[in-house]
């Protein structure tokens, strides 16, 4: 069964930490996508990537960095975490083209 | 700009009666549709989607959408809601051109009553 893996389904961190989100996905896909998701907001793209150590800014990168050293694995990184970083994280991934995602399980973060 | 609409935040329906989310899009090019559900503290499970051809699409657990290319809309439907269906529903445009990004809407929570 092809997936996406995120590493952690619930995380606590606190103000200033710096946080590392992972993603694996197994299905040999060249896009992989960071999302945020907040009550009433929907989904919002944080960064995405078409290729290994390629990166692209979403509608909302402040505060975040990615990294893509391998295809598989795309990391989403929060610098110094803040209060207002408290969220759903959603990674995803896809074929290019016309093809949809496949989504991760979801991180929920919480920092305090 | 690139956008997709869910007019209806949440919708709510009885056990048995028929269902539809609505979804209207704006895009330049020929849209590619889809429709994703997500469960409670769970990821988006995809459900549907239209590329081309024939404008009813079927898809997972008895769920289809129409695209209307002269309303711009892409509105989920099934023939007879269950309680199981309760979830939050997102509709997602991408279109040629763009490496595959989908644009999502607000997401409508359907609300199924026994």
């Known amino acids: 069964d092809v997936k996406v893996t995120q590493s952690s389904r619930y995380l606590v961190k606190r103000t200033g930490e710096k946080v590392f989100l992972e993603c694996v996905q197994d299905m040999d896909h060249e896009n992989m996508f960071w999302y945020r998701q907040d009550p009433g907001l929907g989904l919002r793209l944080i960064y995405f990537s078409y290729d290994v150590k390629m990166k692209e800014k979403g509608d909302i990168p402040e505060g975040y960095s990615v990294s893509r050293e391998k295809k598989e694995r795309f990391s989403l990184i929060l610098e110094s975490a803040s209060t207002n970083q408290t969220s759903m994280y959603l990674c995803?991934?896809?074929?290019?083209?016309?093809?949809?995602?496949?989504f991760g399980s979801g991180t929920r973060l919480t920092v305090v | 700009a690139q956008s997709v609409a869910q007019p209806e935040d949440q919708v709510n329906v009885a056990e048995g009666n028929p269902l539809t989310v609505k979804c209207t899009y704006s895009?330049?090019?020929?849209?590619?549709l889809f429709w994703y559900v997500q469960y409670p503290n769970r990821g988006l499970q995809f459900l549907l989607k239209y590329i081309t051809g024939d404008n009813l699409v079927k898809g997972s657990y008895g769920f289809e959408a129409e695209f209307n290319k002269s309303q711009t809309s892409f509105h989920l439907k099934k023939p007879s809601a269950l309680v199981s269906d309760s979830a939050l529903y997102f509709c997602a445009v991408s279109f040629s051109g763009n490496t595959g990004k989908l644009i999502f809407g607000q997401g409508t929570t359907l609300q199924v009553k026994p």
């Open positions: 895009v330049s090019g020929n849209p590619y």
């Open positions: 995803a991934s896809s074929m290019t083209g016309a093809r949809g995602y496949t």
